[in-house]
């Protein structure tokens, strides 16, 4: 055999077939240099299950590429599958990129979009560059994706962009392998690109592009409200440091107390009011740049009132071009919440916006880029320093959580809760869960609802086979499933919460958990809230349960904590409220004691709630400090507040035996309530109630036996619980598992219904 002969002996051609986060994140141009530099002939190629590479070289070199796209691949993305074939020799003449594959499998994953990165941003302030102070600049590492896809695989007339045609300098970027925006999808200039308009709220436009930018920030250094058309919806701006401007926002939004996020142009400034980690400090400079709640340095700053009472800030730095160009103008922080009236979804379109929010923001700072699907700022809080996501929105979603499972070829859709509502999809080995929806109160709400569910399934290219829900017949996300028609399955609310973080952990052993959040139905048609279940014999059993409290009128008490805790007096003295105690506590609305006591006694529209956040609402309010709450979560929020003392002393916990054995909270409340009575300190007070339920979990895990115990549900984004609880289980031992990348609340309930039916704990 020839010389020629032995060369070609040696080549062989492999297909490579890659599943995972792999479009969007310049995975097709960094194969192509990879490909090139090693030189090996062949393609590389979008499809919708990945990404597939046919490369021909030397077997030895093959290999070396191999082992170069699995240790330097782009730092955004990630590899799920790995799988290689050999072919025919097509002897090639080069490496090239060719047009997307379209194939039924489904491997690929949509990326979420992505915070602006240190190249785009160094050009975006070079006076000498091209996209100099233009807000929609962009590269294959970061910029808008899930925010602007339609259809995959992801190029770019699958997305948004589609509407703007590249010109000969951005095309010939686009075509350049050496270039940072080969194949960059949203690519654009001042040339070619969106552009920036300043509409004011009767919907004239009062200046454009970098005349719209001075404008805006001159308007909101006047005390102007600003609506921004951001990455996933528009977001509302003020001052954070103009209490005039703050106080106007809160009055328009109906927001008297609840915590407004805000907007930081650097770390720097972050640093000089918050205690930032340096686990908290790189999330924040991520391609993620969620919001971070951090502890306040000072009770008395300038943007106090963004979060009065709180001694957190939820914070954010600029993550789009566009946020840094207002915050270089402006120079200062920003309140920066979502843009939409109470309980609705954000506005994605200036005309949605005008119509929706024009009675909240002066002017509208918004750009020609359509945005196809509304992705909220995503919400993150650090326990024992790792994070978790108590809202998944931009940056995290819809990143998927593979599954340690045998693929039962079943593509399951979940319909989630009806607070805090996200849906989910199982994908072969994948579950696939959207950004924040929000709760199913009204038309909006619920209209967003069913486009995301028919959006979840066009984008993933599926047809349920089947479909998961809550029991609670009422909800709107159950009403729905009903409708598809499909094979339904039914999953308990706590059930869902306790298989979220059990699938997300991996957990392989029995386990106890510890499920505790305001309401949700359970099996035996009462209200359930405090849960502990124990896994055995692959089955969660109800292992516990707070003793009951009743909710005089029903739901009216969620919103109302002072009917919990006239409930809770009635049990603590024998079906009375003596006059002596009421005169004792501090004042509210015991004006109305009278009223709720007569439908307790007659037991009048009132209903058991076996809830760890009604105990948390009826001591709040019997402290003085909240009676009516003003957002989800309000009576316990300031509860948690209050708990600065780190004293070890806690309140006797007692566990009544019965069918199932039931915490007793009268043994915690009863010297609680003497406490109040003798004069000792809110503070105080609160930590010993806190530690009074760090060891209530301590006492129960010891009877349940496991070294594994896990907290899931909306109590357990309590920090001072968690903390206090995860510590005492640590030092005795166990192992404590979170929710992290899915939220504990009931956000991660569409997540946890698939887990729940994976698992065959459907009721």
Not at 652 to 680: C, H, Q, Y
């Amino acid at each position: 055999m020839d010389q020629e002969g032995n060369r070609s002996a040696l080549k062989k051609r492999r297909k490579i077939h890659i599943t995972g986060t792999v479009q969007g994140v310049g995975f097709r141009p960094f194969i192509y240099n990879r490909a090139n530099e090693s030189g090996l002939t062949g393609f590389v190629a979008n499809s919708t299950s990945g990404v597939i590479i046919e490369v021909e070289g030397e077997e030895t070199i093959l290999n070396d590429f191999r082992e170069i796209i699995n240790k330097n691949k782009p730092a955004s993305a990630k590899i799920h599958s790995f799988h290689e074939s050999d072919l025919l020799l097509c002897n090639d003449d080069e490496f090239k990129i060719k047009p997307s594959v379209i194939e039924k499998s489904s491997g690929f994953n949509v990326l979420p979009d992505l915070a602006m990165c240190d190249d785009c941003k160094r050009e975006l302030f070079d006076r000498s560059d091209r996209r100099y102070l233009y807000p929609f600049i962009n590269c294959t590492n970061c910029g808008p994706r899930y925010s602007i896809i339609e259809s995959m695989p992801y190029d770019r007339p699958g997305t948004t962009m589609r509407e703007f045609e590249m010109c000969d300098n951005c095309g010939a970027e686009y075509k350049n392998p050496a270039d940072r925006r080969f194949h960059a999808q949203p690519v654009a200039c001042p040339d070619c690109g969106p552009e920036l308009a300043l509409v004011n709220n009767s919907g004239n436009t009062v200046s454009g592009n970098n005349e719209a930018l001075e404008n805006c920030a001159e308007l909101l250094k006047a005390g102007y409200i600003i609506s921004l058309k951001s990455i996933g919806g528009f977001q509302i701006l003020a001052d954070a440091a103009n209490r005039e401007a703050v106080s106007r926002l809160r009055e328009k939004k109906r927001r008297k107390k609840k915590a407004f996020a805000m907007l930081f142009p650097d770390i720097e400034t972050v640093e000089e009011i918050c205690h930032v980690s340096q686990m908290e400090k790189e999330l924040l400079q991520s391609t993620i740049a969620p919001v971070i709640l951090l502890k306040r340095k000072y009770k008395d700053d300038p943007y106090s009132l963004s979060a009065p009472g709180n001694p957190y800030y939820g914070i954010m730095l600029p993550f789009s071009p566009l946020h840094h160009l207002l915050l270089e103008k402006f120079g200062g922080p920003l309140i920066a919440t979502s843009g939409n009236a109470s309980e609705e979804p954000i506005c994605i379109s200036i005309d949605e916006a005008l119509r929706r929010t024009g009675h909240i923001a002066d002017y509208f700072l918004t750009h020609n880029r359509k945005i196809v699907r509304p992705v909220d700022d995503s919400i993150v809080r650090f326990f024992d320093d790792k994070p978790t996501v108590l809202r998944r929105a931009r940056g995290y979603a819809p990143s998927p959580v593979y599954l340690n499972i045998n693929d039962n070829d079943k593509t399951i859709l979940a319909f989630g809760a009806y607070y805090k509502n996200s849906i989910s999809i199982k994908k072969d080995k994948r579950i696939i869960t959207s950004q924040h929806i929000g709760d199913l109160s009204n038309l909006e709400a619920t209209e967003n609802f069913e486009r995301n569910i028919k959006d979840i399934c066009a984008l993933n290219d599926v047809t349920p086979d089947l479909v998961v829900s809550d029991i609670h017949p009422d909800y709107y996300s159950t009403q729905s499933a009903k409708k598809t028609g499909l094979p339904r399955a039914e999953i308990q609310h706590h059930i869902a919460h306790f298989a979220s973080c059990y699938m997300e952990n991996n957990i392989s052993t029995d386990y106890a958990g510890f499920i505790w959040d305001g309401t949700g139905l359970g099996t035996d048609g009462r209200i359930w809230g405090g849960e502990t279940f124990l896994l055995k014999n692959d089955k969660p059993e109800r292992a516990l349960k707070f003793r009951d409290i009743m909710l005089p009128g029903g739901d009216k008490a969620i919103t109302q904590p002072f009917r919990s805790a006239i409930a809770v007096l009635f049990d603590l003295f024998d079906k009375e409220v003596p006059e002596n105690v009421l005169k004792k506590l501090p004042p509210f609305s015991f004006d109305k004691s009278g009223f709720i006591i007569d439908m307790l006694r007659g037991n009048t529209n009132c209903f058991p709630a076996s809830s760890a956040g009604r105990l948390f609402d009826a001591v709040s309010s019997l402290l003085g400090l909240v009676h009516i709450n003003e957002y989800e979560g309000h009576a316990a929020a300031e509860l948690e507040y209050i708990c600065e003392n780190d004293d070890k002393s806690f309140y006797p916990v007692r566990i009544a035996k019965n069918t199932v054995d039931e915490f007793d909270w009268r043994s915690v409340v009863m010297p609680l309530l003497e406490d109040i009575f003798n004069g000792e300190a809110a503070s105080v007070i609160s930590n010993r109630f806190h530690n009074s339920l760090a060891h209530l979990i301590l006492d129960v895990s010891f009877i349940c036996g496991s070294e594994n115990v896990l907290f899931s549900g909306g109590c357990f984004q309590n920090f001072r619980l968690v903390t206090k609880a995860k510590k005492l289980l640590e030092q005795n031992g166990f192992r404590v598992y979170l929710n992290r990348n899915i939220p504990p609340n009931d956000g991660g309930i569409s997540f946890g219904q698939i887990a729940a039916k994976l698992n065959g704990w459907e009721v």
